[in-house]
């Protein structure tokens, strides 16, 4: 009758591992310059740059720039530092339920994947800073 012994070893175990993993990825600072702002300019700064970019105009976001983006839109910032689960820029990109699907970004391209909405989503969370 070892089963029982076994399983909750096994769980503490693996538990032990995933946060070893976790805490080890979780610590590395996002930088914007190297790892945000390469995002942004492939997929977004198109239609968000100024003078005459399309989202720019529409909305006064530029995210040419890493003052633009904190700057935000005609209605405010898009960025609150810390708060990805809060932040309008993650809702937007990540077309989170809730949000309007014509409004979710980038506009009438592919959804970005996952890999590059987790590196946003966590630049954030390491409280949106200009690295």
Request: glycine letters at 12%.
């Amino acid at each position: 009758m070892n089963s029982p012994k076994l399983l909750v070893s096994t769980l503490v175990l693996g538990f032990g591992m995933l946060m070893g993993c976790s805490g080890e990825q979780s610590d590395k600072p996002v930088s914007f310059q190297k790892d945000v702002y390469p995002i942004l300019k492939a997929s977004c700064a198109e239609c968000h740059t100024p003078p005459d970019g399309e989202g720019y105009v529409k909305s006064g976001l530029a995210l040419n720039t890493y003052e633009g983006l904190m700057k935000g839109t005609k209605m405010g910032p898009i960025i609150i530092p810390g708060q990805s689960i809060n932040s309008n820029l993650n809702r937007l990109i990540e077309g989170r339920p809730g949000v309007d699907p014509s409004i979710h970004m980038p506009h009438g391209k592919v959804k970005l994947p996952e890999e590059k909405l987790a590196i946003i989503r966590k630049w954030v969370d390491q409280g949106a800073k200009n690295n």
